[in-house]
């Protein structure tokens, strides 16, 4: 096992500006079985970027939660890793696919000023195979409406063609009409790291948000390079979290004799790996140049590592218990649960508004 702030007004305006959207938290089922750090650069940087420490660290506790499988805690966000830098979110959708072993959840967070998307990775217990299949896996679907650009047909559907993407969409536009100047903050780890980084594209490409900040962990590759610089060019306010060997980071394969004939990373890296001397070890963060491919960063060792995967920046990422695509949800006086046509579930989100508030649009840290 791997081993921080709210106002009650804020809140109470934020739960008033949210009485504007359906009043339910969704879990959607389809059939079937869910120490010291510093910052160095490296390579030729682009200008404009800014590798913000404080920010990794917020996302990577969203995208610890997300992996809980007990879904009465997340609901009431009392969970024993709902605390520290997501202390105060407030969950407004939550999405379970059991017949694609998907999870993933919309919020706000106060702190942030922003709406959260964060997806779930691949269960521990799949892990090695779905790595093996990784290897092996071709550029396999042309990517709608970008000439040349590929990307990976299981990522694209599982985002695309699931339960995933219409509610997140119908969510996060409610949210965006409901309460003015928000940010989209988009997270994931390995799995969930792909769904993240197609959820950001989609939002901007299609539904013309703005402001989009994407922060992913031990994300595999997803498209080729045309795919990747078309990416970088619509959100641009990204990075991809690398740790020492994991192994994920480098599937499927790069060839760099062959560019456009393989998998190529978008965005920027920021490489966290140990660095020892004489009288200590410590952290270091490489903040990796603009090509997404920085011979210098993790693609400098070899990837052999699941736990360096299953651990960023001192948080696990992976479920407290393993079962194949299962949850815990119990029906308490709190929660109604309704089935229609045996798919979905809903579960009303009570909103108590209360009588002080102040300006929604406050101080945006991000």
């Known amino acids: 096992m791997c081993e921080c702030r709210i106002s009650q007004a804020y809140m109470a305006k934020l739960l008033l500006a949210l009485a504007g959207v359906p009043k339910f938290l969704a879990i959607l089922l389809f059939l079937c079985s869910s120490g010291h750090v510093s910052a160095e650069r ?6 404009g970027f800014n590798y913000n420490h404080t ?5 990577v506790e969203y995208a610890s939660v997300v992996y809980l499988n007990d879904l009465d805690s997340l609901v009431a966000w009392n969970c024993t890793r709902c605390n520290n830098l997501t202390k105060g979110f407030q969950l407004v959708e939550l999405i379970v696919d059991l017949q694609h072993c998907l999870q993933a959840f919309v919020g706000v967070a106060e702190d942030l000023h922003g709406i959260v998307i964060a997806f779930r990775g691949t269960q521990k ?17 042309r990517y709608p409406g970008v000439k040349g650009a590929m990307v990976h047909r ?4 599982a985002y695309h063609n699931t339960t995933l993407r219409p509610r997140i969409v119908t969510t996060v536009l409610g949210i965006l009409e409901s309460i003015n100047g928000l940010s989209v903050y988009v997270t994931g780890h390995s799995m969930g790291g792909a769904l993240a980084a197609f959820c950001s594209l989609d939002l901007v490409a299609n539904h013309g948000i703005q402001n989009i900040r994407t922060v992913t962990f031990g994300q595999p ?10 990416f970088n060019s619509l959100v641009p306010q990204t990075y991809r979290m690398t740790h020492e060997h994991d192994m994920v980071p480098h599937l499927p394969p790069y060839y760099s004799l062959f560019p456009h004939r393989s998998f190529h990373h978008f965005g920027r890296e920021v490489w966290i790996h140990k ?13 990796c140049d603009g090509s997404g491919e920085d011979p210098t960063c993790s693609r400098s060792v070899a990837g052999n590592s699941i736990p360096d995967h299953l651990c960023y920046m001192g948080l696990s990422l992976q479920a407290d218990t393993w079962s194949p695509c299962s949850f ?6 709190n929660m109604t649960i309704e ?12 909103l108590e508004a209360q009588a002080e508030v102040q300006d929604p649009n406050g101080p945006q840290l991000f």
């Open 154 to 157: 299981g990522f694209y559907t």
């Open 125 to 141: 217990n799949s892990i090695q195979n779905w790595m093996e299949d990784l290897y092996y896996r071709r550029l396999d679907l």
């Open 275 to 287: 660095v020892e001397n004489e009288s200590q070890s410590y952290d270091v963060e490489t903040v």
């Open 328 to 333: 815990i949800l119990t029906n308490n006086e």
């Open 55 to 59: 920010l990794a660290q917020i996302m």
């Open 221 to 230: 590759r997803i498209g080729n390079i045309v795919f990747a610089e078309f």
């Open 339 to 350: 089935t229609e046509d045996g798919f979905i579930i809903k579960m009303p989100l009570l």
């Open 42 to 47: 490296s390579g030729k940087l682009d200008d």
